[in-house]
Every structure is written in C-alpha cells, then in structure tokens.
RNA sequence: CGGGGCGUAGCGCAGUUUGGUAGCGCGCACGGUUCGGGACCGUGAGGUCGGAGGUUCAAAUCCUCUCGCCCCGACCA
C-alpha cells in the first residue's frame, strides 16, 4: 500500500481504504472556491474507484460508443434499451445536463420536475393514448388503472399551466425538466443512441400568440447553439419534419457523424441545412419539353428485368451511353383507412430515391407506404418490377398519379408497361401519359440548393436536440386557455425543445474516437485529467501523488491512476477512458525533475519540470474553454 | 412485425454435424519473477450448458414449446 500524503485529506477515501477521519477535513467537499469552469465535483484514486474496463469487445455491440462506453466501464446494459450508468457515466451525464441547466437558467427558463408515471387520462385526452400506440410503456395499477411511463410530457406541463394561468399576465412561461424518458422502441439499438429508457432534457413555451411564440423558439435557437457550442461537438441545424408531435416549424440540432441514423443535406454556400425527410432542392428543369422528335411508344420485351439496374443493363445492351436518368421508377402507394386503403402512383426518375414524406403532404396524408406486391397485383395486373403509369386494359388502378418535375423533364424515357416481363421504350410526361408534378424526390449531394444555387452536401447526422413551435395543437385540444386584455378567452400558444442527453454521450463518442478508445471532448470529460504514475518506485509514487493533490487543490478534475499495475495497462485504460490530459510520471522523467504532459488528441508528449505541471493543466483546462 | 444470427464460468469463445468424464483464452485469488504501451511461471476457485417438457441406459448435443439478446428491414421525439 501506498504512503498517505500529508495533504490526502480531501480524498473520497485515504490511500489505506478508510474514511478520514471528521478531524482531519477542514475543508468541506464542494466548496473549494478554486474549482475551475465547468468542473463537477470530484477527484479519485483509480486503484478505489469502480470503474470496470473491459479487454474484450462485447459480443452484442457493434457501434463505437456502444462498444467503447461498455468497455471503459461508463455502462451496462440489464435489458434490452435499458442501461445502467457507472461512476464514468453518471459523471459524463451530470456535465452534459449541467451545461444544459446553466444555459436554460440562463435563458430564463425555470426547471420544474414531472412525473415519470402517468394516468392515461391526458393522453386520452389529446389521443395520444391511441396514436402513440405500442411505443407507450403502458401499465395497471392494482385496481386496474390504467397509466404510461412519459415518453414525452406536452400533456403533463399543459395541464400544470392550464390549472393555474388565466390571465395574458401571467405569460410567457418557459419551463423544462432533466428526466427519464419512456418508449418501447419498436427496435431499441446501439447502445444509448436508441434506448426505451432515456435521459431527455424537455422544455416547454407558453406564449400569447404566435409572434410571441415564434420568440420564444428564437431564444431557445439561440439557445441551443450556445449549449452545443458549449458541449464541444460537431453538429449542424437543419429544418426538419416534425413528426408525430405535431405543430409546423421545427429544427433538429444534428451531431455530424459517419454513423448517423439520419440523412442530412447542407449547402456548401449559405446556411441551408436540412433532414432529407424534407429537405428541396431548386426544381429541376420542367418548361418547355420538346419531345416532337421523340420516336413513337414500343413495347420492348425485358424478360427479368425488374429492378431500374436491371432495366438499365437490359437498354445499355443496345445503347451504351443508356443511364438511370433515361428511366422512369413507378412506385405504386397505399394511405389512408388501413382496412381499405387507398392507392397512388408516384413516378420519379430511375436514379432518384421517392421521398414518402413529400408524397404524403402531396395527398394531405400523414403517411403512405409501399403498397404490397399482392395489392399491386390486383390493381395492375402485373408484378412489381414492371409498374408503370400507362395502364394495360385489365387494370382497375383509378388513383392519382404523381411525377417528379426531373420525370417531366425527360423527352425520351423508360418505364415499366404495367404488364409483366415488359416496358415501354420512347415515352414522355404529357405526351403517353398524365401525372400532377410535384416535388417527390429524395434531395441528393450534389442537387442545387433552394435558398442560393450553391452545391448541396450530404452528412449523416444523430439527432441530439429538436425544436418545435406547436401552436395550439396541445391548447386547444386540451383548453389551456388565458383571457387576454379584452376579457376574451384565447389558447394558448406553445413550442417545445428537447434534448437527449444520454444520447449526447454516445454522440459525442462517434464524433470523437480512435482505435484506442474515446477522445472527450473537455467539458463532458467525466475527469479532465488523469495522473499515471508508473512502476513501484517509492519516490515516484511519492511525488505522483503529490501531483495529483496540487491538481485537486487548484480545482482540477482529476483521477490518479495509483493501482499495482504494469505501465501498459495503465497507458492502455487512460486511452479508452478518453480523459483528455494525461500526466505521466516514471522514474526517468523523475530523474531528470519531469513529468510528461500528453493530450488525449495529441500523439507526443511533452516534458515539464514537475513544480510547472499544475500551471500546464490549468492552462489546456482554460483554453479548452467550456 | 418480416428476414437472419446467437444464448456453454464474470467477459470472449470451442464443443452440438456423428448423444457417453464440460474445455480454451482473458479476468479473478494465492506465491514467485517482472515493471514506459493490455508481462511471465506455478497453484487454485469458479458452470442449474437461457428455461420447461420429451426421446434415450445416457442429452450442452436429438425433438417440441418457451424466454432473452444482437443484426438487416419496417418503424421511430
């Protein structure tokens, strides 16, 4: 066992093991007035701390910050989507939420808590309770009520404010809560990035009127760019759907990463950004296609050609300049009543992915999907593969027919004959066939931007916080109202930003990662920096801790790495860890009055005589910012 | 929900085809040698083979049912 410091005495336990003793702790913990910006509270000793890495990469993670959190001991996982978080986690987690906090606080929203468990009623009664269906962890309670886990509290927050506000003078409001989230994800994956059980930070607006509204969603822009700042990641505002919380602006913060679940475009030239689900690009070409020179309609036998690949080698056998961009993809859709559907077409060229989210708005649907082969069977008379928008007698298909303005620019196309084992060769929009053109397309890198002309990019991104204005969606289906200065009963008017916290902490891992393990980014580092002292020599160990006790007395987050073991497995575990300053001390370094400074980005180390060390890491610290 | 895969020691895996004493690596405990990039030698502890039922003299292995986890898709603030 090691020697106790003199100056040990702020440590969570002594170098033996045991708690120091009441005496012996003039200073109360928490409250040296020298703790650095950002730092929560907390220094330790590694050879006491529960922090359990592991060698092996766990066979049921596939994604970097799923594999790395699990072996540097940041969490486990005790059932599908559910995590516990370790000692490493947890603090990861309260750095996050806390730079949240400050800047809500900031902004002047006040945080309030709500309840995780909830009666069914306010559900019932904006019908959620229905639409959300089995993502709610429903449960009994022993006399057979019925309740829900929050997956989300728009109702909860809209009945607190309903109950007490009455008068236009007792708004705006801005309130949020840091909570445990609930969904029973249809399918719970990569670790913390898509959990049934999370931790979100929800705010809610509540505003007079729109304009008002429409301020509030400024302010919470703003700040949200500060807090992103703040948290050190990379990432990009984009418009976005708003999906099945309802209301019409939204913006999704979006942490770039190869990873990402979602698709975004951004241009290369203004500021645009957008979700693919609903990002455009300026129309393409459509006036004036002159397609007189086009030869007449033929019916070409493609015996197994049912993809646009196939289709194409098919016509490149004859052409061999022939391309996707020369073909037309026809994509049969139901929407509507599920028990008996509806049906439409969707055409858009053979290189170009359909955007179903722009064909429902186009039929003022929530959603469509793909029809079944079954059902295009029935309505077409042939398999899918050879769908077309030129119907063959036997079809009964009398739905609308939507083109992609790139379709009607084509004078000379190939689409299927909606007739097995055939397509038609030579046919235009306007000429063989009618359609409404409307943007349907998946917008693609390289497509023009709408605001500018500029170039557009695509990343992938991980939604770490969204925006909402929701209008009176919530109000008024659930009579939060206020009397305005006319004595006249108004809705409320509300806006809603989340972010997912315990997402973040994985985010940021896919952002910032090496082979070696996680590379925080300094203000969600659970320590900002870890002292190695290698070997068992006495006076190493001696001045190490020494080292390690100046850094906590100058407010630095600091793990001291003072277990029995070998210099690898120290250098090894401070690496996948991912603190950001490594302070290194051996024997040589000691000789010559030095320890080693090494930044977790940084390949080399640097040598400081070992009085300048505390000045060296305040300094990273400071730079870092946070 | 559709498709695929996997459940054997704390972790990673072999053993299942062809039924017959449950194994390897890591980790863990003890002793020794080592000590700047996951050391080495020796000794040792640790397993209802996911669960239930069945076939059999005998089941990790064959059959039936069931539970759980992962991946792809569908879905998703």
């Known amino acids: 066992m090691r020697v106790a410091s003199s100056i040990s005495f702020m440590d969570c336990t002594s170098p033996t093991g045991r708690r120091p003793s009441r005496a012996g702790a003039p200073a109360p913990r928490g409250a040296s007035p020298f703790r650095l ?25 596939v994604d970097a910050s799923h594999i790395l959190l699990l072996r540097g001991g940041y969490i486990r996982m005790i059932g599908s989507g559910i995590y516990e978080m370790l000692p490493l986690g947890q603090r990861v987690l309260k750095k996050i939420s806390s730079i949240i906090r400050d800047e809500m606080d900031a902004s002047g929203a006040q945080e309030v808590l709500m ?27 022993r006399r057979g009520g019925d309740y829900h886990l929050g997956p989300t509290h728009e109702e909860i927050i809209t009945d607190m404010i309903r109950r007490e506000v009455k008068s236009y003078r007792q708004l705006p409001q801005l309130l949020y809560q840091v909570q445990m989230k609930y ?12 959990c049934r059980e999370f931790l ?21 822009r703003e700040t949200y760019v500060r807090i992103f700042d703040r948290l050190g990641l990379g990432y990009r505002v984009v418009e976005a759907d708003s999906g099945s919380i309802g209301g019409d602006t939204s913006a999704e913060f979006q942490v770039l990463a190869q990873s990402g679940e979602d698709a975004i475009v951004a241009c290369t030239r203004c500021d645009y950004a957008a979700n693919v689900e609903i990002a455009e690009s300026k129309q393409d070409e459509t006036g004036d296609v002159d397609h007189s020179k086009t030869p007449e309609r033929e ?37 509507g009543d599920e028990q008996a559907p509806s049906f439409a077409m969707a055409l858009v060229r053979g290189d170009h992915e359909l955007n179903e989210i722009k064909l429902a708005r186009a039929l003022g649907v929530d959603e469509v999907r793909l029809a079944s082969d079954e059902e295009v069977g029935r309505l077409l008379r042939c398999k899918t593969g050879y769908v077309g928008p030129i119907l063959q007698e036997a079809a009964t298909f009398d739905g609308k027919v939507f083109a992609d ?58 939604e770490g916080g969204h925006i909402f204005i929701l209008g009176t969606h919530y109000s008024s289906k659930m009579n939060a109202t206020y009397l305005d200065e006319k004595g006249e009963s108004v809705p409320i008017v509300m806006g809603c930003y989340g972010i997912g916290v315990s997402r973040l902490m994985a985010a940021a891992i896919e952002q910032h990662h090496d082979d070696d393990g996680i590379r925080w980014p300094m203000p969600i580092a659970p320590f900002q920096a870890v002292v190695l002292a290698l070997g068992n020599d006495d006076e190493v160990q001696k001045e ?75 300094r990273v610290i400071t730079e870092a910012g946070s």
Request: aromatic residues 8%; hydrophobic residues 40%.
């Open 115 to 141: 309840p995780a468990i909830l009666p069914a009623s306010y559900f019932q009664e904006t019908g959620r309770w229905d639409v959300y269906g089995d993502v709610l962890m429903r449960l009994k309670d």
């Open 405 to 462: 303005p790139a379709v009607a620019a084509l004078a000379d196309a190939v689409c299927g004959a909606a007739k097995t084992q055939y397509h038609y060769e030579h046919v235009a929009l306007g000429r063989d066939f009618e359609a409404e053109v409307t943007p349907l397309r998946q917008v693609a890198a390289g497509d023009l931007c709408v605001k500018c002309g500029g170039a557009l990019e695509s990343y992938r991104g991980i």
């Open 183 to 194: 969904r029973d994800e249809p399918r719970p994956r990569a670790g913390l990035l898509r």
């Open 299 to 335: 019916l070409v036998e493609t015996p197994g050609a049912k993809t646009i690949e196939q289709v194409v080698a098919f016509f490149q056998k004859r052409d061999a300049d022939f391309s996707a961009k020369r073909t037309i993809k026809s994509l049969m859709v139901a929407y």
């Open 544 to 618: 190490a801790e020494q080292i390690y006790e100046r850094l906590r007395a100058a407010g630095v987050e600091v793990l001291f790495d003072d277990r029995e073991e070998r210099p690898g497995v120290k250098f090894k575990d401070a690496d996948l860890i991912g603190i950001p300053i490594r302070v290194t001390l051996g024997k040589r370094s000691l000789d010559q009055g030095r320890a080693e400074v090494k930044l977790r980005d940084q390949k080399e180390p640097e040598l400081f005589p070992i009085g300048d060390i505390v000045a060296q890491v305040t």
């Open 37 to 61: 910006a950002g730092a929560i509270e907390g220094a330790m000793r590694f050879s006491q701390a529960f922090i359990p890495t592991v060698k092996e990469v766990p066979k049921d993670a």
């Open 200 to 220: 979100m930070k929800d705010c809610y607006s509540f505003d007079v009127d729109i304009d008002a509204a429409r301020n509030s969603y400024e302010k919470m």
